[in-house]
């Protein structure tokens, strides 16, 4: 089944549906969990990829880190705008898409991917890993999360695909873990992998 389209996005995000779907309210565990590990310098370059409404950016901004949030949804970033002004952090809201990122090259410290890749067909997947290899700054890292199964609009992230996509000549990368991302009411069995560009 082909991605969801603009359309569908924006309609999802102004009828308030994304709410009951894959918002969430508290920062995701496994983000968490990886700052503490990278140990990011305050100041770094952070990268939301498909922020929908900003949770992960405004948290990102919150903690010191220069955010970016780059959503093809326009009403997606609208929400993400009020809930920054509501946090009181600044995060540097961009429309793209996750296949022609709107980012200068090696511009990124960290970028984060919750539940973007797996939107991405088989046919877009190698431009996502080109543009995620560009943006990075040599040693910088990928966050991937995405679903562990085929489904409706969601295109399995795994091994396979993974080492498919992020050359092991460009990316150097962790092992591939099942997490569940939860949202605020409800949950997706996924998994987790930290890619990080190599620098020689």
């Given at each position: 089944?082909?991605?969801?389209?603009?359309?569908?996005?924006?309609?999802?995000?102004?009828?308030?549906?994304?709410?009951?779907?894959?918002?969430?309210?508290?920062?995701?565990?496994?983000?968490?969990?990886?700052?503490?590990?990278?140990?990011?310098?305050?100041?770094?370059?952070?990268?939301?990829?498909?922020?929908?409404?900003?949770?992960?950016?405004?948290?990102?901004?919150?903690?010191g880190f220069r955010a970016i949030g780059v959503d093809i949804s326009p009403e997606a970033?609208?929400?993400?705008?009020?809930?920054?002004?509501?946090?009181?952090?600044?995060?540097?809201?961009?429309?793209?898409?996750?296949?022609?990122?709107?980012v200068a090259d090696g511009e990124v410290d960290l970028a984060s991917d919750r539940g973007?890749?797996?939107?991405?067909?088989?046919?877009?997947?190698?431009?996502?890993?080109?543009?995620?290899?560009?943006?990075?700054?040599?040693?910088?890292?990928?966050?991937?999360?995405?679903?562990?199964?085929?489904?409706?609009?969601?295109?399995?992230?795994?091994?396979?695909?993974?080492?498919?996509?992020?050359?092991?000549?460009?990316?150097?990368?962790?092992?591939?873990?099942?997490?569940?991302?939860?949202?605020?009411?409800?949950?997706?069995?996924?998994?987790?992998?930290?890619?990080?560009?190599?620098?020689?």
């Amino acid at each position: 089944m082909p991605p969801p389209s603009l359309a569908v996005w924006d309609e999802q995000y102004r009828s308030g549906a994304y709410r009951s779907r894959w918002d969430y309210t508290r920062p995701p565990g496994e983000l968490v969990g990886a700052l503490v590990c990278l140990d990011l310098p305050e100041g770094a370059a952070v990268l939301d990829v498909g922020c929908g409404a900003g949770a992960e950016a405004v948290f990102l901004a919150g903690q010191g880190f220069r955010a970016i949030g780059v959503d093809i949804s326009p009403e997606a970033l609208s929400i993400a705008r009020e809930r920054a002004a509501e946090a009181g952090v600044d995060v540097d809201w961009r429309l793209g898409t996750a296949v022609s990122l709107p980012v200068a090259d090696g511009e990124v410290d960290l970028a984060s991917d919750r539940g973007c890749f797996h939107h991405v067909g088989r046919d877009e997947r190698q431009r996502f890993a080109d543009e995620i290899y560009r943006v990075l700054r040599p040693g910088g890292s990928l966050l991937l999360r995405g679903s562990r199964h085929d489904a409706r609009n969601h295109t399995r992230v795994d091994a396979g695909e993974v080492d498919a996509y992020f050359d092991r000549d460009r990316f150097s990368r962790g092992p591939l873990l099942p997490v569940v991302l939860h949202s605020d009411v409800n949950t997706l069995e996924a998994n987790m992998v930290l890619l990080s560009k190599r620098s020689d």
